[in-house]
């Protein structure tokens, strides 16, 4: 592969990264070239923990990395920030080398560019809700007052006002995690980690705060890369999903792309319980226009099955299917949804 | 697959382990029967003796009269760091005990008296309540005011005065030398057996080298006392910085914190309250070295206690004895509840009343008003004889009174434990021949541990060997063996039974408490009082000693025991009986062994001091070189000691991590 410059779009930029623990892991890569086999690492009693990560994560976008314990997502992702030192490969960060900046550079670009969602909250248990906030602020010298007023700023925005005195042991693990996300925050960063920021939560406050998740990200439009183990997670929230496993990302596509199309039998077995009219949209169920013919109604392309059930199945209605510019391009019937709907094998697009 | 190969490993010794101990047996049976044949295999003879201490003693000499550093001597070194020192201990001194005089003149007079006994007694009272509320308040006011009621109080204020300045220093130096260790492995790994020797050589051993070093008096005693105290807190610094969570170390970097803003700002704090333990443990040994360095001029409270030992008078030594305790209980507790504080939110009911700035103000007025006050009512400022009490001639009425009526049946126990179960075990060990004994050590060094260990046990019991301490050492390994055979049988069931029962529990803990606060010197003086000196009395004492860790780690192992297993085990029928047996002795085991690891290393360093009370093993080697001020003939000692220590704890630490492997329990 030829060595590219990312296009401008891409926020962050991914290129044949590797992660090898185990001693003298750097001379092994330079002795078996660019991409090792499994013997050979086997043999030489390393650990691949990521093996050859290809990405490119789009400004505003979230990019969920989706794997089981022990795929390598979380190697992945602190390989991003160089928390873990990437073995070999090229990382790029809105066009600048990563790889190649100093410490003191890389100190700079975590104070200011990059905030991070830790899956145990890591809150510092000696300070309050508001030292807590305000403490990368601190690190970086902010005056008190000014850092103060920003923090307060962003416990409102995680609807915590009225506990910024109070000790991280004295809020619950939802609410815990909302200081981390209000702390993570509160550099405005430009791209920001979630390192399975709601795995330790109970159900009911995960998907609580999967929706608060969503509501600030409408308002804030960041650059993401979350990590989960829970698939449905990763299609309630994600943009883009890559997945995971044995430190190889073995598929990347929207939601709707891996369910329709998995890449591996691996795959597919995430995808099969998924619910098909949660994830599938108007546009991937519509048939074309039989032409002359008349629409009742119309309908955004991107409405998903679930939402227009309903509508679709107590009605004989026709519904045109919509683009983004209102020209119709299709239409669905309530046979279509019905199929979703009860699991029939869903139309293949390729 | 490494896991059951381990497990196979503990599980059951082979065959050939018992084969070669058959064989060795077998030899040593030989050889003790023919040693005209061999006597260099039997005992060890004195040709071989490498004259170690006596190097070590012409070391010494050489770097005290001739060492040169370029500018100034190594002497003049050593001698301006005491200079140093000497500020803020005559300082510290001069506010708590002597008062101020501004003149270096000896009888200059007294220009501001010392801090009135009342101002000490409320300032401590007001920080107790302070840290922790109303209960410890009361019980640090008690401790203090036994001090000023029983007349102890000038001396426990020198003592005191030395502790405020050790404690400090000790806890800085450790703390800087546990963040280096932790930031540079390489560090680490050089300064871990260092702290080991420190650890294990017993402290007589290295008051010569001070005493020559830093000269006799309070600064030495000072020095000696931090050289014993600090070990513990580098060991603690370097625990506690490694238990800071990795995803808080992770957060700090994200959130680019330099090098020394992740240390201050996160490692420090979050690491806290385990490095309030280190500085726990400074202050109780430091109170636990009181006595000893006043054998090289510490004064104070060790002194009177010494003092009173070397006379028999029992009840004055008592007395000063509880003065130790009730300073170090009350110290303990109070640094306690400093690590313990509640850190609470504003809007919590458990806020402190007392804030720390109220607190300052409050003990700068009390100052402020018993200071003058003092003057016009001198009973405010130091405590008036006429009311002190004592208690001395009851406890010295009693000893006679229970010498006399129950000398018969105190010599009958002394003399049936002594014939029956000590003196074999003595002669057993002395008569063994030496090359037995290496070879036993290393099988089991092997068997534990492989080379390593087998190679470790070897090196250091042969150690012990050329040196000419070997008998010496048997005498050693002997007392300490039947000790804490003792301890263990009094110790274990005490754990079983308080594991078993809360109230027990309560009890139990308390009692380890504060036997763990006494001084070692202490428990010296109602076994010398019964059963005056000889090997008996030593070793009630070392029982005494060292029975209280014996105690907590069988608690611990018992109560660590997991609930669903105690739970399975009563679904399946087991009564309570079978439930201890079976179930919770077996898991506890390991835990136990630590124990019983801690309990031969409280011994170990209690028989040094026992040797006051006439033992003949490498504690009285120790000990003579002192008096003798030999520095080569105490080093030497001491490091025996040493050895015998670490191949001890290195066998049972490895044993006991095994287990734990193969039990599936955390190490």
Redesign the interface.
Request: proline share 9%; glycine share 4%.
């Given at each position: 592969m030829t060595r590219t410059t990312p296009s401008p779009p891409s926020a962050l930029h991914l290129q044949g990264i590797w992660k090898i623990f185990g001693e003298d892991a750097d001379s092994f890569l330079q002795k078996f070239g660019p991409s090792p086999a499994d013997s050979d690492l086997q043999k030489a009693g390393l650990i691949a923990a990521v093996r050859d990560a290809n990405l490119d994560i789009h400004r505003g976008e979230i990019f969920v990395i989706m794997g089981l314990s022990g795929s390598g997502k979380s190697t992945l992702v602190r390989c991003m920030s160089r928390l873990i030192e990437p073995t070999a490969g090229e990382l790029f960060f809105e066009g600048q080398d990563l790889l190649a900046i100093s410490e003191k550079e890389l100190t700079e670009m975590r104070r200011h560019k990059m905030g991070m969602v830790f899956q145990h909250f890591a809150l510092l248990p000696h300070l309050s809700v508001l030292g807590n906030v305000a403490f990368p602020l601190e690190i970086q010298g902010v005056e008190k007052s000014v850092r103060q007023q920003r923090a307060l700023d962003m416990i409102e925005l995680v609807g915590l006002s009225g506990r910024e005195d109070y000790y991280p042991r004295e809020l619950s693990g939802g609410q815990q995690q909302r200081v981390g996300i209000a702390r993570s925050l509160a550099v405005e960063p430009d791209i920001w980690f979630l390192d399975e920021p709601f795995s330790a939560l109970d159900p009911l406050i995960r998907r609580e705060m999967q929706d608060e998740f969503l509501r600030l990200q409408g308002l804030l439009r960041k650059t993401i890369v979350f990590i989960t183990h829970d698939f449905d997670e990763a299609i309630r929230l994600a943009d883009r999903i890559a997945i995971m496993k044995d430190g190889a990302i073995i598929q990347i596509g929207a939601p709707e792309d891996l369910i329709l199309n998995p890449a591996t039998d691996y795959v597919a077995e995430f995808t099969r319980d998924v619910s098909r009219a949660k994830v599938l949209s108007a546009k991937t169920v519509m048939r074309p226009v039989t032409p002359g013919e008349s629409l009742d109604e119309t309908l955004a392309h991107h409405t998903k099955v679930q939402d227009l059930a309903h509508r679709a199945v107590n009605s004989d209605r026709h519904m045109g299917v919509i683009d983004d510019d209102g020209v119709i391009i299709g239409a669905v019937d309530n046979q279509a949804v019905l199929d979703v709907l009860v699991g029939n094998e869903p139309p293949r697009t390729n | 697959m490494e896991a059951r190969q381990s497990f196979g490993d503990v599980a059951r010794t082979p065959a050939w382990f018992w084969g070669i101990f058959a064989v060795i047996v077998t030899l040593g049976i030989i050889l003790f029967f023919a040693q005209d044949q061999a006597p260099y295999l039997a005992k060890y003879p004195r040709d071989w003796v490498i004259p170690l201490r006596f190097v070590i003693s012409d070391w010494m000499q050489w770097l005290i009269k001739e060492f040169d550093l370029g500018f100034f001597t190594f002497k003049e070194l050593t001698r301006s760091i005491a200079w140093l020192l000497e500020w803020p201990l005559s300082a510290a001194n001069s506010l708590l005990a002597t008062g101020f005089t501004f003149s270096t003149e000896p009888g200059a007079p007294v220009v501001l008296p010392a801090a009135p006994w009342t101002a000490v007694i409320i300032i401590f009272g007001l920080l107790a309540f302070h840290l922790s509320g109303t209960r410890l308040a009361v019980l640090v006011t008690g401790c203090f005011a036994y001090l000023a009621l029983f007349g102890q109080w000038h001396s426990a204020m020198i003592t005191l005065s030395s502790i405020v300045i050790a404690v400090p220093l000790g806890v800085s130096i450790g703390f800087v030398l546990g963040i280096a260790a932790y930031r540079h492995p390489v560090f680490e790994k050089w300064l871990t057996p260092v702290l080991d020797l420190m650890q294990t050589v017993p402290i007589f051993a290295y008051l010569v080298p001070v005493l020559f070093l830093f000269g006799f008096g309070p600064v030495a005693a000072m020095i000696a006392t931090m050289i014993y105290a600090t070990p513990p807190m580098v060991r603690v610094t370097i625990l506690a910085l490694k238990q800071v969570?990795a995803?808080?170390l992770?957060?700090g970097?994200?959130?680019?914190?330099?090098r020394g803003?992740l240390l201050r700002?996160?490692q420090v704090?979050?690491a806290?309250k385990s490095l309030m333990v280190g500085v726990n443990q400074v202050i109780m040994l430091s109170l636990n070295m009181v006595i000893i360095a006043s054998m090289i001029g510490a004064g104070g409270l060790g002194f009177d206690v010494l003092s009173s030992l070397r006379r028999l008078a029992i009840g004055d030594g008592l007395e000063a004895g509880l003065a130790i305790t009730f300073l170090a209980i009350a110290l303990d507790r109070l640094s306690q509840a400093f690590a313990d504080r509640p850190?609470?939110?504003?809007?919590?009911q458990s806020y402190p009343l007392l804030t720390p700035s109220r607190f300052t103000l409050a003990a700068l007025v009390t100052l402020s008003i018993s200071w003058p006050a003092s003057h016009f009512y001198p009973a405010l400022g130091v405590y008036p004889e006429s009311l002190q009490i004592t208690t001395s001639h009851f406890w010295d009425d009693l000893v006679k009174w229970i010498n006399i009526n129950f000398f018969d049946q105190l010599e009958a126990i002394k003399t049936f434990i002594l014939i029956n179960i000590m003196m074999p075990v003595k002669r057993f060990l002395l008569k063994t021949p030496w090359v037995i004994v290496i070879a036993v050590i290393s099988l089991i060094g092997y068997r534990l541990g492989r080379f390593r260990l087998a190679v470790l046990g070897m090196a250091l019991t042969v150690f012990i060997a050329a040196v000419g301490l070997w008998s010496k050492a048997m005498i050693t390994v002997y007392l300490c063996g039947v000790s804490v055979l003792f301890a263990a049988c009094i110790g274990v069931p005490i754990g079983i039974l308080a594991a078993s029962n809360p109230r027990a529990n309560r009890a139990t803990q308390v009692a380890i408490d504060t036997l763990q606060t006494l001084p070692s010197f202490v428990y010296l003086i109602p076994v010398v009082m019964l059963f005056r000196v000889g090997d008996f009395a030593a070793m009630l004492a070392v029982i005494a000693y060292s029975v209280a860790p014996a105690i907590r780690y069988t608690i611990l192992g018992i109560q660590q025991v997991p609930a669903h297993l105690i739970e399975a085990s009563r679904a399946m029928g087991c009564t309570p009986n079978q439930i201890r047996w079976r179930v919770q002795l077996p898991i506890a085991l390991p835990q136990i062994m630590l124990g019983i690891n801690q309990t031969i290393m409280m011994a170990l360093s209690m028989l040094v001091i026992t040797a006051l009370v006439g033992t003949r093993d490498l504690g009285q080697e120790v000990y003579i070189a002192l008096t003798k001020a030999d520095t080569g003939r105490g080093i030497v000692a001491g490091v025996c000691v040493a050895c015998i220590a670490i191949v001890a704890d290195r066998f049972i630490s490895q044993w006991s991590h095994k287990k734990k492997m193969e039990l599936g329990l955390p190490a």
């Open positions: - | 969570p995803d808080l992770e957060y970097n994200m959130a680019g914190c330099a803003q700002k996160i704090p979050v806290q850190q609470t939110s504003r809007h919590s």
